[in-house]
């Protein structure tokens, strides 16, 4: 009944201060230890893990990484194309850093938790099983599964 809530424009406003959130996020972990009986003061990532739920930050970067993969393959309209730049495929040289998109410089935090810097940073510190995904079911479960073992560790 909560994860509604919490992910709905999650993309637009879960970019917000950590301050800004922290109170949602304090809620959230009292509610997933509610929701398994769990002891108020056990801790919430193994129960975030045995829930297969995602922890507010992770709900953000999980819809982050669903818009870049719709970029890739062009499944966005043209209007939300313009947010992220994809990187020529033509270089004349291989460098460091690959990247399929472009990843543009900020001076601000602000700016450095927009859609067009921080999602290209996503999608490149993501593991190569989730790059290489070329199905939008099959990239939403290998997310959530590779958010969950996250938790475990």
């Not at 509610?31 to 990532?45: D, E, G, K």
Request: hydrophobic share 45%; net charge positive; charged share 20%.
């Amino acid at each position: 009944m909560i994860y509604p809530y919490l992910a709905y424009c999650n993309i637009i406003w879960g970019s917000a201060s950590a301050v800004s959130l922290n109170r949602l996020v304090v809620l959230q972990n009292r509610a997933v230890r509610l929701v398994t009986r769990a002891n108020f003061r056990s801790s919430s990532n193994p129960l975030f893990a045995r829930s297969k739920l995602l922890k507010l930050c992770d709900i953000m970067k999980f819809q982050t990484a669903q818009f870049m993969f719709k970029v890739k393959f062009n499944l966005l309209p043209l209007s939300c194309m313009r947010y992220v730049t994809v990187s020529d495929s033509k270089r004349a040289h291989d460098t460091r850093q690959n990247s399929y998109f472009v990843i543009e410089g900020c001076r601000t935090v602000i700016r450095e938790n927009s859609i067009n810097v921080f999602g290209p940073r996503l999608w490149d510190s993501l593991p190569d099983e989730v790059n290489f995904v070329v199905n939008l079911i099959s990239l939403k479960r290998t997310l959530l599964e590779f958010f969950c073992n996250s938790y475990l560790q």
